[in-house]
């Protein structure tokens, strides 16, 4: 099993949402089946596959959640203060021959933040990225090819 790098906060908020999966979405898709099994014939009850299906889902992300967070390693607040990539840091690099930039969170998609793209540490770019600081131009193996990106700011 891999360790998944978390912050405090996404930890916390990943705990909160397995303590409802396993609560009360439980005992809401338990009345849902009832419900709908009180209708009649199951092999045509739309309404039972539904809540089979949301069931099935539900399940699916409680074992997600708890396998993450069995592996979780809280991330150190003060790493994004240190000016060097590292998970957890969000990341403004510009595509060699391109004036745009781009900025990504490096990290689990469990931190997804508004506006800003994900990258996994262990993706080709994320692993090029890490332990580096603004102004280090990296390079990776993309499917098209070799790219290059120098790192414009490093945490925000």
Do not use: C, F, W
Request: no cysteine; proline share 3%; hydrophobic share 40%.
């Amino acid at each position: 099993m891999t360790e998944t790098q978390l912050t405090a906060e996404t930890h916390a908020r990943l705990q909160a949402e397995l303590e409802e999966l396993t609560t009360k979405g439980r005992v809401d898709i338990a009345r849902q089946i009832e419900a709908a099994r009180a209708l009649g014939d199951l092999s045509e009850n739309g309404d039972y596959h539904a809540a089979k299906d949301a069931q099935g889902k539900m399940e699916s992300r409680i074992r997600r959640l708890q396998a993450m967070l069995g592996s979780a390693v809280i991330l150190d607040d003060d790493v994004a203060e240190a000016g060097v990539v590292a998970a957890g840091v969000v990341v403004e690099i510009r595509y060699e021959g391109d004036d745009d930039t781009e900025r990504y969170l490096v990290g689990s998609i469990e931190e997804k933040r508004e506006g800003v793209a994900v990258i996994s540490p262990a993706s080709p770019l994320g692993q090029a990225l890490l332990g580096r600081a603004p102004g280090d131009v990296v390079e990776y193996d993309a499917p098209s090819g070799t790219l290059r990106a120098e790192i414009v700011t490093v945490g925000g």
